[in-house]
C-alpha cells in the first residue's frame, strides 16, 4: 500500500482507521469555526486545541501528557522531506527530535521495541487477562476486582466482547483506549498492594507482575502512538528517530539497568539536575502559566505585567518541527526552560537559545521588586549550577547539529539569568540579517495536512528580531547576544546609540 501523504488515509499494520481519523479532523475543524475570526493563529490554534479534545475524548484527562503527544504530526514525514534543515541549512536536525545520539546498538534496541510493541490489540487482551487471572489465583487484589476489570474492558460497544470481536479492526481504536487506563488502574491498585504487604513470599511475585504490568502498559502506549505514525505514511525508522526520548523513558523505566541505554548526556554537575525536552503535548500549552513568562494562557501569571503577553505563539511552537523548548528539573521538580531554534544570522547556520525562564521559588525578587516571600533558597543556591547544566545540553546539541554559533538571548523573567548571560562573550547583528529555518512553511504544511487547507497568516514570535523586549542602548535595528559557541575575536565593538 501507498503510504498516504495526507492526514487521514490508512496504511496496513496499524491500529487506526479512516473514521478514527476523520473525527479528529472534524473536532479539528469545530473548533476552528468556534473560534473568533480575529483570533490570532487560528488555525494552527484549532488543530492543536481540537487535537488534544480529541485525545481526552478518547482516554480522559488523567492520561493527557502520556498519550497525546502530537510530534507525529509535527514532525510529518511529507513535512521533513520537504523542508530539509541539512539540505538547505547544513544542520543535522537529529538533535532536535531526541537528545540521544543514535548510535547503531540504541537504535537498534528501540527498534526491536517498537517491532515487538507493534502487536494486534487481541495479542495485549490475551496477555492481560492472563496478568487479571494470576491476580486472582495469588488473591493479590479483592476477589472481585479482576472480574470487573475484565468486564470493563470487553463491555466496549455496550455488550459483552469475546476475544474473536476484539480482532475485529473496527473495534481496535475503541478496544485501545479502554486498554490503557485499565492497565494503568490495575497498576494502581498492585502498587498499592506492594505498599500493604509486609516482606512475605508474596512481595516479590507482586513485584514480578507489577514489572510485566508495566511493560503491557508501554508497549500498549507505544502502539498506539505508532498508529498515528502509521497512518501518516511514517516508517519504523522515522518513528524511532523522531520518538526516540519516548522510547527509551518507557524502557527505562522497565529496565533500569539496561546498559546500553544510559544515554543521558554526561554533565560535570549533580545527577539529580536532568534536562529534557519538552513534550508536544497539552501541558505545554500552559508551560508559560507555570514559569510566569509573557506566553502564560492567563496573563495574571506573568511576571513582567508590561510585557504583551504573546500566548498566542504557542499553537504555531507546537507545530514547528526545528522549534523546541528544554527543561531542568532537580530532583523532577522543574526549575528553568529555555527555547532553541535554528537560525540562519549573517549567512551563518545558528542555534538560538531564548526565553530561558525560572519558576517562582527560583526569582530572588517579585515583580514589585521586593524579597520573593516564596524563594526556594536551597535551589538559589545552585542555581549556577543549573544555568550550567542547561548550557552544557545546548551545547552538545549544537556542535551535533553543525551549528557554526550558539546564541544565548539574555531577557528572563530571573535576573540572575540575566547577569549569568551577561558574562558570555557578547555578539552583535542587525535583525534584518536573521532568517528562521522553514518557520511558517513548515508550520503552514502542518496545518494543511491536518485541515487540509490554509488560509490564516502565521504569527510567530523570534525572540533573535524582537527589540522590544528590553532596551540594550544599541543603535535602531542591532541586537546583542551572548555567545556560547564561536569565536569571540570576531566580534566587533557594539555599535552603541549616541547621546
Request: proline content about 6%; overall charge neutral; charged content about 25%.
Amino acid at each position: 500500500m501507498v503510504p498516504t501523504e495526507r492526514f487521514g488515509g490508512a496504511c496496513a499494520g496499524s491500529y487506526g482507521s479512516d473514521s478514527h481519523f476523520h473525527q479528529l479532523r472534524s473536532l479539528v475543524r469545530e473548533r476552528f469555526e468556534s473560534l473568533q475570526p480575529e483570533t490570532r493563529n487560528r488555525e494552527a490554534r484549532a488543530v492543536c486545541e481540537g487535537l488534544f479534545g480529541g485525545f481526552s475524548t478518547s482516554f480522559g484527562p488523567h492520561f493527557l501528557g502520556r498519550l497525546d503527544d502530537i510530534t507525529s504530526i509535527t514532525c510529518h514525514p511529507s513535512t521533513l522531506r520537504q523542508f530539509d534543515l541539512k539540505r538547505d541549512f547544513g544542520l543535522d536536525p537529529n538533535p532536535l527530535f531526541s537528545l540521544i545520539e543514535m548510535k547503531p546498538p540504541i537504535r537498534q534496541i528501540l527498534t526491536e521495541f517498537v517491532l515487538t510493541a507493534s502487536q494486534k490489540p487481541d495479542f495485549y487482551a490475551e496477555a492481560l487477562l492472563e496478568y487479571l487471572q494470576e491476580i486472582n489465583s495469588q488473591a493479590l487484589l479483592g476477589p472481585a476486582t479482576p472480574i470487573s476489570i475484565a468486564g470493563y474492558l470487553f463491555n466496549i460497544t455496550g455488550s459483552p466482547m469475546t476475544l474473536s470481536q476484539v480482532r475485529a479492526p473496527a473495534n481496535w481504536n475503541r478496544f485501545i483506549s479502554n486498554l490503557v487506563p485499565i492497565c494503568a488502574r490495575t497498576l494502581d491498585l498492585l502498587t498499592k498492594r506492594i505498599r500493604q504487604l509486609d516482606q512475605h513470599v508474596t512481595v516479590p511475585d507482586v513485584r514480578r507482575l507489577y514489572v510485566r504490568m508495566s511493560e503491557l502498559l508501554a508497549h500498549v502506549e507505544i502502539s498506539y502512538i505508532k498508529s498515528i505514525s502509521t497512518m501518516l505514511g511514517a516508517t519504523t525508522e522515522w518513528f524511532v528517530t523522531t520518538h526516540a526520548d519516548q522510547l527509551v523513558t518507557r524502557i527505562m523505566s522497565n529496565s533500569p539497568n539496561s546498559s546500553p541505554l544510559q544515554i543521558r548526556p554526561r554533565s560535570r554537575h549533580s545527577s539529580d539536575i536532568d534536562v529534557a525536552y519538552v513534550q508536544r503535548d497539552s501541558r505545554f500549552i500552559k508551560l508559560g502559566d507555570r514559569y510566569g513568562d509573557c506566553t502564560a494562557q492567563r496573563v495574571r501569571s506573568q511576571v513582567d505585567p508590561d510585557v504583551a503577553n504573546i500566548h498566542w505563539t504557542v499553537y504555531p511552537w507546537l507545530l514547528h518541527p526545528f522549534y523546541r523548548v528544554l527543561e531542568v528539573t532537580v530532583a523532577r521538580a522543574p526549575a528553568i526552560k529555555g527555547h532553541i531554534l535554528p537560525l540562519q544570522i549573517c549567512g551563518k547556520p545558528v542555534l538560538a537559545l531564548d526565553a530561558i525562564e525560572a519558576v517562582p521559588c527560583l526569582r530572588e525578587k517579585t515583580r514589585d521588586g521586593k524579597d520573593n516571600p516564596i524563594l526556594n533558597r536551597h535551589l538559589f543556591e545552585r542555581r549556577e549550577e543549573i544555568i550550567d547544566r542547561l548550557f552544557d545540553v545546548v551545547g552538545m546539541i549544537g556542535d551535533r547539529m553543525n551549528a557554526e554559533e550558539i546564541h544565548v538571548d539574555a531577557f528572563s523573567n530571573a535576573e540572575w539569568v540575566r547577569e549569568r548571560v551577561g558574562r558570555l562573550p557578547t555578539r552583535h547583528y542587525h535583525v534584518s540579517q536573521v532568517s528562521a529555518a522553514f518557520a511558517e512553511e513548515a508550520i503552514r504544511s502542518n496545518i494543511t495536512n491536518v485541515l487540509g487547507s490554509y488560509s490564516d497568516t502565521i504569527q510567530v514570535e523570534v525572540q533573535a528580531m524582537n527589540l522590544k523586549l528590553y532596551d540594550q542602548g544599541l543603535k535602531q535595528g542591532y541586537k546583542a547576544v551572548g555567545l556560547l559557541r564561536g569565536d569571540a575575536r570576531l566580534s566587533d565593538a557594539l555599535p552603541l546609540r549616541g547621546p
